[in-house]
């Protein structure tokens, strides 16, 4: 896993380190289960303190994209387009089924679709 840090940019460390690694995931280049560098092996490497490696991994955990097993380390859930495939799937399971319920056609849920896109 690559990832640098430019001291002089606008972003702050941790928003860099966690672009970084949330594109890494992205692209599959960090598949799921794969296992991150410890908090402190990373920031030695990127020469952060350890709080700014650790605030990078908390923002990646809320945006579900790895997950903190205690001890064992941090490890890849899936690729952001995954996470968003199951949510929009899972929108849209709601809404077949309201529609369905309010007795529309599919041509009438799709043109309703469409008036909210």
Known sequence: MIISVDPAAARPPYEQVKQ??????RRGELAQGTRLPTVRQLAGDLGLAVNTVAR???ELEAGQLVETRGRNGTFVLAS???V????TLAAATVFARAARRAGLSVAEATRVLQKAW
């Not at 970084?20 to 995931?25: H, N, P, S, V, Y």
């Not at 968003?84 to 949510?87: C, K, Q, S, W």
């Open 20 to 25: 970084q690694i949330e594109a890494l995931i």
């Open 56 to 58: 990078a991994y908390k």
């Open 80 to 82: 952001r387009s995954q």
């Open 84 to 87: 968003d495939d199951e949510e």
